[in-house]
């Protein structure tokens, strides 16, 4: 039965002064990749709590969770405050709909997200799953330093593992950056300079897109899709476009 569970933060990982990712030791039910959790922490008799998604592909030995800290934020100025040994509060059960079992069949998934929101794509990623069903894979991320390119590790063994078949794209909005496209996702989709950048092109045909973050960021890229052709996938009614807001 779902229910609040004893995690132990276990290792942290600092990325800069406002981005880290903790890894958590807590007895969870089976979760697919791109599913989100709760975390909390009690105060008094009040628990706080949030959504985030898990980071590593299902199976790993501990739960990985990436986070920004917000400085006005309720909670994650506490959750940025935690060390390894400290305890917090996890929800058992995984949930969402971000999952590679929800898309219909493709050639090319495109997988768009902003600051924290890579996360659950290189859960995606890193099970392997995606580059069974998809030829081609591309990950995007935007954000506003150069410095808040984290993960480059991982992102680096994916392309010396799976070379020409998956495609990293950073973008920086606030910053030139070496290899980052500057500015944001939408403009670049609608003036083709994402899709240059990649040599593949939207077409409703081949095309699976992701998209996760910030929801101006969504909407808008949801809208620049729409316009070259690509439909939202519901349930109902199968389409290429998927997404999730993380506020
Ligand atoms: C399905 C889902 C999954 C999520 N997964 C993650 C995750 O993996 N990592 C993560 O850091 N957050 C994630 N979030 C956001 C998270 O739940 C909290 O909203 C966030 O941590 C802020 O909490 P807070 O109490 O400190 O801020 P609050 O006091 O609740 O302030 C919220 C405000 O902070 C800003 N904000 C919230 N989240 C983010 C973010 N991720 N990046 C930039 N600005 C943000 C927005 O302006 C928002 O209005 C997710 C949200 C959803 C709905
Ligand atoms: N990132 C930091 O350096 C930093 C540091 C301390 C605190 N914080 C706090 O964290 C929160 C924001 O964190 P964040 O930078 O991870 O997330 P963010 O504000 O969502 O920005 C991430 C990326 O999304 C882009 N973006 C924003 N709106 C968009 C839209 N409508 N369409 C397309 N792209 C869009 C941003 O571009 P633009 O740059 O053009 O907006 C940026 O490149 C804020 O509360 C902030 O106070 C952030």
Same mark, same amino acid.
């Given at each position: ?77 506490? /959750?940025?405050? +935690?060390?390894? *040994?400290?305890? #917090?509060?996890?929800? !058992?059960? &995984? =949930?969402?709909?971000?999952? /590679?079992?929800? +898309?219909?069949? *493709?050639?090319? #998934?495109?997988?768009? !997200?902003? &600051? =924290? ?131």
């Amino acid at each position: 039965m779902a229910a609040w569970v004893e995690g132990r933060v276990i290792e942290r990982i600092e990325w800069t002064p406002t981005l880290f990712s903790l890894r958590v030791a807590a007895d969870l039910a089976p979760y697919k990749a791109g599913q989100f959790t709760k975390l909390a922490l009690q105060r008094g008799d009040q628990r706080v709590q949030r959504a985030y998604s898990f980071v590593n592909p299902p199976g790993t030995p501990y739960h990985e969770f990436y986070l920004v800290e917000i400085p006005d934020g309720e909670l994650t100025p506490s /959750l940025g405050a +935690l060390q390894p *040994g400290d305890e #917090l509060l996890v929800y !058992s059960q &995984g =949930t969402g709909f971000l999952t /590679l079992d929800e +898309l219909p069949a *493709g050639r090319d #998934l495109w997988l768009l !997200s902003t &600051g =924290t929101a890579i996360g659950p794509f290189l859960a995606m990623l890193a099970d392997g799953e995606a580059f069974e069903r998809f030829e081609n894979l591309v990950l995007v991320h935007g954000v506003r330093k150069g410095e808040e390119l984290s993960y480059q590790g991982l992102i680096t063994s994916l392309v010396d593992q799976y070379g020409p078949r998956f495609h990293y794209v950073p973008f920086v909005s606030r910053e030139e950056w070496p290899d980052a496209i500057s500015g944001r996702i939408p403009a670049a989709i609608s003036d083709g300079r994402l899709q240059a950048r990649v040599g593949l092109e939207f077409a409703a045909e081949h095309s699976q897109v992701m998209i996760c973050g910030n929801p101006a960021m969504v909407k808008e890229t949801q809208q620049a899709l729409l316009a070259l052709g690509l439909a939202k996938n519901l349930r109902r009614t199968p389409g290429n476009v998927s997404a999730e807001n993380y506020w």
